[in-house]
C-alpha cells in the first residue's frame, strides 16, 4: 500500500493541485493577457488609421501646393475690398488698348444677401467705334477680375442724320464686379 500511496495517490493529488493552483493563479493572468492583446490589437488598427490620414493629409497638401497658381487666381478674380483705384487703371487700361475713350465710371455698391462675396456695380460711359466696343467686352470677358455685363446701351447716330461719325459712339455699360 505504500507504493500505492507513493506511486499513484500523491501524483494524483499533486496534479489536482497543480490544477487548481493553474485555475486560481494563471486564469487571472490570463484574462489580464487577453486584454493585453486586445488593447495591443486596438493600438496597431488605431497606428494603421493615423498612417492612412497622415498618407490623405500629405496628398491634400500635395494638391494644395499644385493649386496655389489657381488660389492665387481666384484671388484676383475676387480681391479683398473693393480696390476701385486698381479698378479704374484697370479699366482704363482695357479701354485704351481696345482703342476706346472711357469718359466716366460711377460706383455702387450692391445690397448683398450672399455671405461673404459683395458685389460692385459700375456704371461706365465710353466713347468709340462699335469694333472698338466689341475689342473692349472680349477684354473684359478675359481678365482676371470678374465683370458681369448687366446692361448695354449705346447712342449715336439717329435716322435721317448725315455726316455721322462711325468713330464716336457713345456706350453705356452697367457691369456688376465681385470682392470678398
Not at 497638401?61 to 487703371?89: C, H
Amino acid at each position: 500500500m505504500p507504493k500505492l500511496f507513493k506511486y499513484i495517490i500523491i501524483p494524483i493529488v499533486l496534479f489536482i493541485a497543480s490544477v487548481a493552483a493553474i485555475f486560481l493563479v494563471l486564469w487571472p493572468l490570463w484574462g489580464n493577457i487577453q486584454a493585453a492583446i486586445a488593447l495591443k490589437d486596438e493600438n496597431a488598427n488605431n497606428l494603421i488609421e493615423r498612417q492612412r490620414l497622415t498618407a490623405n493629409l500629405g496628398r491634400l497638401i500635395i494638391q494644395y501646393n499644385g493649386r496655389v497658381n489657381d488660389i492665387a487666381s481666384f484671388n484676383e478674380a475676387i480681391p479683398m475690398g473693393e480696390n476701385i483705384p486698381e479698378l479704374l487703371v484697370n479699366l482704363e487700361a482695357i479701354a485704351s488698348e481696345s482703342g476706346l475713350i472711357l469718359s466716366s465710371v460711377d460706383f455702387k455698391p450692391a445690397d448683398s444677401d450672399t455671405s461673404n462675396i459683395e458685389t460692385l456695380i459700375m456704371e461706365i460711359k465710353l466713347k468709340g467705334s462699335y469694333p472698338a466696343f466689341q475689342n473692349y467686352l472680349r477684354a473684359m470677358e478675359t481678365s482676371l477680375r470678374i465683370f458681369d455685363v448687366t446692361a448695354i446701351s449705346f447712342t449715336g447716330a439717329t435716322p435721317g442724320q448725315g455726316n455721322v461719325d462711325v468713330n464716336n459712339l457713345e456706350f453705356n455699360l452697367t457691369v456688376n464686379t465681385y470682392y470678398q
